[in-house]
Every structure is written in structure tokens, then in C-alpha cells.
């Protein structure tokens, strides 16, 4: 009697690749928005960060007066309020952020070649008749946050 070899014929081995290929292509823009995700992560724990060091340096202030030092660092302040120049040494925002300042208005968006489109937010310093303020995100579009 012989013995028949057992195993997958060619035609099991194309289908079975076939099948993968097809499971990938679905799978793949699934995986793919993953780095948009990852982008929004970032920038709403900038916007966390910059709200909490806001109350931080406030309270710092009602408890202490001025000035306000945090971890070593003096912070600037504006009507017992960070300033835009101090919220970002107060919220310490690494390099990955890039910021335009304007008067009293800070505008944190992500750092890359071309920010046109990416995620931004607003902190706006106190003018002496309500707190600072931190806008809800917005898309960087032509050097100005559209919130």
C-alpha cells in the first residue's frame, strides 16, 4: 500500500494568502487612524496640562500672594492669573508644541513643518474682570486658531 503525502495544495495555499490580503485591506485604515488619534491625545493633554497649571498657579497665588514659583520657575502673572508667558514655564510644554503669542492670547498648536490643519487651542490671560481662559480645540489654519 502506499502512502499518500499529506498536505495543502497549491490551490489551499493561494486561497488562504487571498483571504489575508482581503482581511488586511480592511484592517489596515483601521490602524491607520491611529496616528489622528494619537495627535488629539496629544493635544487635548496639552490643553489638561495648561487648564491645571491655570488653577495651580491661582491658588498658588491666593495662598501665598505673589510671586508664584513652581518646581524653581518664577511665574509670570496677569490679575493674580498666569500669564500667557507664564502658563507655558508653569505648564511645561515640551518642544513637541509650538506657541504664537499675541498680547494677551497664547495659541499652543502641535509642532511640525506644515501646522495648517492640525489641532489647536487658545489661552487667553485674565483682564482683571474674570479668570484666564482656555478655548475648547480648534483647526490651525493660516496662523490663527479657528475655535
Do not use: H, W
Request: proline share 2%; hydrophobic share 40%.
Amino acid at each position: 500500500m502506499k502512502k499518500r503525502n499529506r498536505g495543502f495544495t497549491l490551490i489551499e495555499l493561494i486561497m488562504v494568502i487571498v483571504i489575508l490580503g482581503i482581511l488586511s485591506a480592511f484592517a489596515l485604515p483601521r490602524f491607520a487612524d491611529f496616528g489622528d488619534s494619537a495627535r488629539e491625545a496629544s493635544m487635548e493633554g496639552a490643553r489638561g496640562s495648561v487648564q491645571s497649571a491655570s488653577g495651580i498657579v491661582r491658588s498658588a497665588f491666593l495662598a501665598g500672594g505673589s510671586p508664584v514659583t513652581l518646581e524653581g520657575e518664577t511665574i509670570d502673572l496677569e490679575e493674580g492669573y498666569a500669564s500667557v508667558t507664564g502658563i507655558l514655564a508653569a505648564a511645561q510644554l515640551s518642544s513637541d508644541y509650538d506657541t504664537a503669542v499675541d498680547d494677551d492670547e497664547l495659541t499652543i498648536f502641535l509642532a511640525d513643518e506644515d501646522a495648517d490643519g492640525d489641532l489647536c487651542f487658545i489661552y487667553t490671560e485674565s483682564d482683571g474682570n474674570g479668570p484666564a481662559t482656555t478655548s475648547a480645540m480648534g483647526e490651525f489654519d493660516g496662523g490663527d486658531c479657528d475655535v
